[in-house]
């Protein structure tokens, strides 16, 4: 659906869920709060400009592959969307290749793609994947994140968007299970949702080196949608005894409450 107050921008809804917004005009317009903070996290990891190879697992309209082309030129980006018939649509209505864009996009399942993924080859890897509006069971283990650490150079980080709300049992679990691969961990979120006040999207960062925190908190607190960073202690004292998550006891995330995330 095309936005009316904005030219160039678009909506798309998948089952009354708002899965992807972009602005054909300007790509470095991230309208969704979440898409805001994997913006942030990709202008902290790197100097300004430098091209980065990075793998999107989820590709929805391709909203964060045309904010790094159009931020990054020259990056290399391939996106893995497992609803054929979504991409199709995206490419006919929203294509995304222009100047400086180098995104290849295919269908496949995420971990398929991600095992087949060649060692030590990604700057970034960018999880973004729901099934409806939760997150697939396979794609939140301490298996899946070990082949997300294979796949990422030594430095590169792995990101993903996830929701939970209250009691906050799956984002403590995703935690505890990203924290079991990589030794570097962040959480972002809205402050109520970190309370566990209320349902909402959640990124988790993890890499084998510092992660940016100081200059991501910066972004963080003057985005128009301001989050909180937690990392270290404070992170620890979060997920508790939560323990990781393994292929054998993964489920999916939690759904949202009615109405959470709906369009009228």
């Given at each position: 659906?095309?936005?009316?107050?904005?030219?160039?921008?678009?909506?798309?809804?998948l089952?009354?869920?708002?899965?992807?917004?972009?602005?054909l005009?300007?790509?470095?317009?991230?309208?969704?709060?979440?898409?805001?903070?994997?913006?942030?996290?990709?202008?902290?990891?790197?100097?300004?400009?430098?091209?980065?190879?990075?793998?999107?697992?989820?590709?929805?309209?391709?909203?964060?592959?045309?904010?790094?082309?159009?931020?990054?030129?020259?990056?290399?980006?391939?996106?893995?969307?497992?609803?054929?018939?979504?991409?199709?649509?995206?490419?006919?209505?929203?294509?995304?290749?222009?100047?400086?864009?180098?995104?290849?996009?295919?269908?496949?399942?995420a971990?398929?793609?991600?095992?087949?993924?060649?060692?030590?080859?990604?700057?970034?890897?960018?999880?973004?994947?729901?099934?409806?509006?939760?997150?697939?069971?396979?794609?939140?283990?301490?298996?899946?994140?070990?082949?997300?650490?294979?796949?990422?150079?030594?430095?590169?980080?792995?990101?993903?968007?996830?929701?939970?709300?209250?009691?906050?049992?799956?984002?403590?679990?995703?935690?505890?299970?990203?924290?079991?691969?990589?030794?570097?961990?962040?959480?972002?979120?809205?402050?109520?949702?970190l309370?566990?006040?209320?349902?909402?999207?959640?990124?988790?960062?993890?890499?084998?080196?510092p992660?940016?925190?100081?200059?991501l908190?910066?972004?963080?607190?003057?985005?128009?949608?301001?989050?909180?960073?937690?990392?270290?202690?404070?992170?620890?004292?979060?997920?508790?005894?939560?323990?990781?998550?393994?292929?054998?006891?993964?489920?999916?995330?939690?759904?949202?409450?009615?109405?959470?995330?709906?369009?009228?």
């Amino acid at each position: 659906m095309p936005d009316i107050d904005r030219d160039g921008g678009w909506l798309l809804t998948l089952d009354g869920t708002p899965q992807s917004y972009v602005d054909l005009a300007d790509p470095t317009h991230l309208e969704f709060e979440y898409t805001r903070r994997l913006g942030h996290l990709a202008d902290a990891l790197a100097p300004a400009g430098r091209p980065l190879d990075v793998l999107h697992l989820g590709g929805g309209a391709l909203t964060m592959p045309r904010y790094l082309a159009a931020t990054r030129p020259g990056s290399r980006q391939r996106v893995v969307e497992v609803d054929g018939p979504l991409l199709e649509l995206v490419a006919a209505h929203l294509p995304w290749q222009g100047p400086g864009a180098d995104v290849t996009a295919t269908v496949g399942d995420a971990r398929a793609a991600l095992a087949a993924t060649p060692a030590g080859s990604q700057d970034l890897l960018i999880a973004d994947v729901f099934h409806g509006s939760r997150t697939p069971a396979h794609l939140t283990s301490v298996e899946f994140l070990r082949l997300a650490a294979a796949a990422l150079r030594p430095g590169g980080c792995y990101a993903a968007n996830l929701a939970d709300g209250p009691p906050l049992a799956f984002a403590r679990a995703q935690a505890a299970t990203v924290r079991a691969v990589f030794p570097y961990v962040c959480l972002v979120a809205e402050a109520p949702v970190l309370r566990g006040r209320r349902y909402g999207n959640i990124m988790l960062a993890g890499s084998t080196v510092p992660l940016p925190v100081a200059e991501l908190t910066r972004l963080l607190a003057g985005d128009i949608f301001p989050a909180r960073l937690t990392d270290g202690a404070e992170l620890a004292a979060l997920v508790g005894r939560t323990a990781p998550v393994t292929d054998a006891e993964a489920t999916d995330s939690p759904p949202p409450p009615d109405g959470a995330f709906s369009v009228g």
